[in-house]
């Protein structure tokens, strides 16, 4: 998302200044309308992709990503995407309460999932088991479910067939969960360990805040 906000403004920016650039040429140098246009068009372009390349380059290094693995993960990311509009459909489609819970929470935590990627594409890595089998399996067995769900008329095999769905999805939901938490669990140990320094400091210190709010009121 910030990469397309990034490349937005870069594009207006560039659109700006060849419009700049050409009317420089084209009334300060006195060149012809197509020679001012032209020189214009490739002096923007050039700063265009100078530029994207110098952010590119930036964004690479600070996640330590090649820019094959980069490549890698975005185009898994996009088949993410298209799934996850598949839930979403499946989501929409049923109409009774409990599906419709179940269906959002699933939604709701791939979305959550694939925003955590997005965002920073390093942690893709520790969330394969996400895309390559959960994300799989909740929306064969979502579609599956909400198909099913929606037949007018239901015979015991079929009853059977979507409390089992219901139960597996159930199981999946748990395991996106554990998912999500794999793949924060560096920064969860990274605050627990910045919490113990810190209470280790203030018993260090045997610093005691309500005693600075007790003598600050007297």
């Known amino acids: 998302m910030l990469r397309s906000i990034y490349s937005f403004f870069l594009g207006m920016f560039t659109a700006g200044e060849t419009f700049i650039i050409w009317l420089i040429?084209?009334?300060?140098?006195?060149?012809?309308?197509?020679?001012?246009?032209l020189l214009a068009i490739a002096i923007g372009?050039?700063?265009?992709?100078?530029?994207?390349?110098?952010?590119n380059y930036k964004f690479l290094k600070k996640n330590k990503l090649t820019r094959k693995e980069y490549a890698y993960i975005?185009?898994?990311?996009?088949?993410?995407?298209?799934?996850?509009?598949?839930?979403?459909?499946?989501?929409?489609?049923?109409?009774?309460?409990?599906?419709?819970?179940?269906?959002?929470?699933?939604?709701?935590?791939?979305?959550?999932?694939?925003?955590?990627?997005?965002?920073?594409?390093r942690r893709f890595y520790r969330a394969e088991r996400f895309f390559f089998y959960h994300l799989d399996s909740v929306v064969e067995l979502s579609e599956r479910y909400a198909m099913l769900a929606a037949q007018p008329?239901?015979?015991?095999?079929?009853?059977?067939?979507?409390?089992?769905?219901?139960?597996?999805?159930?199981?999946?939901?748990?395991?996106?969960?554990?998912?999500?938490?794999?793949?924060?669990?560096a920064d969860i140990d990274d605050l627990n360990f910045e919490l113990d320094v810190a209470k280790h400091s203030l018993k260090k210190l045997d610093y005691k805040p309500l005693d600075d709010e007790r003598s600050t009121k007297e």
């Open 45 to 55: 372009g050039i700063t265009f992709f100078t530029i994207k390349t110098v952010i």
């Open 25 to 37: 040429l084209l009334l300060g140098f006195d060149l012809n309308f197509l020679n001012s246009s």
């Open 153 to 185: 008329v239901k015979n015991e095999k079929m009853y059977i067939s979507l409390k089992e769905t219901q139960s597996t999805l159930e199981d999946l939901s748990e395991s996106i969960k554990k998912d999500i938490y794999h793949v924060l669990s």
């Open 74 to 121: 975005q185009r898994n990311l996009q088949d993410a995407k298209k799934k996850i509009s598949r839930l979403q459909k499946a989501f929409f489609s049923v109409r009774t309460m409990g599906a419709f819970k179940q269906l959002y929470e699933l939604t709701k935590l791939s979305k959550r999932m694939f925003g955590i990627i997005n965002k920073d594409p």
